[in-house]
């Protein structure tokens, strides 16, 4: 009989430590939209790889001030990751980078980063995307069957024209919510 309990005992608590894979994986790799990005000012930006203090990343160098809008539907527990610099081929000025969402009524912010010369370093920036997807409680707001636009902007705070990298820059999710995104992103196209 005390086997019997303790089998049961075992089985139940293997079933309860199963592994649970939670690595983010990429939704969307943003250097591969750069084509179907709105841009503003409409000339100045360049797909490179660039190396910022012995790292290599592919990257969008952009005119500072500038503005870079992509239209999408966003993933489930979507969030957006970039790493940033100021150009180091460029005018060293303090710049300000700011990523935020439009749904082409209004603009969220959603985050900023100031870069200041002579940090020769990529700096991570990330913004939660999760309130632009997925079901709400809610009989008009259905963020899932909507177009949103995603904005990277680069400001100028300084006194001369510079440019900005905005390195490897991707949205990410579980890889649940990416399978269904990929399938719903088809829908859209």
Not at 93 to 115: H, K
Request: positive net charge; contains cysteine.
């Amino acid at each position: 009989m005390n086997r019997h309990v303790l089998s049961i005992v075992v089985v139940i608590l293997c079933a309860g430590c199963r592994h649970v894979e939670n690595t983010p994986v990429p939704a969307v790799n943003l250097i591969r939209e750069v084509d179907s990005f709105e841009k503003r000012p409409t000339e100045g930006f360049e797909i490179v790889t660039r190396e910022i203090d012995g790292q290599s990343h592919p990257s969008i160098v952009v005119p500072v001030p500038s503005r870079l809008t992509i239209r999408l539907p966003l993933p489930r527990h979507g969030l957006l990751r970039a790493l940033v610099s100021i150009d180091p081929t460029s005018a060293q000025v303090p710049i300000r980078l700011r990523i935020g969402v439009s749904d082409n009524r209004i603009y969220e912010q959603l985050t900023d980063a100031i870069l200041r010369p002579g940090e020769r370093h990529w700096t991570t920036v990330q913004s939660d995307l999760s309130a632009y997807a997925g079901w709400k409680w809610s009989l008009f707001y259905h963020p899932e069957r909507m177009i949103w636009g995603v904005v990277l902007a680069a400001d100028a705070t300084g006194g001369a024209p510079t440019r900005a990298i905005w390195g490897a820059p991707e949205i990410i999710t579980d890889r649940e919510s990416a399978k269904e995104y990929s399938a719903r992103r088809q829908r859209f196209r």
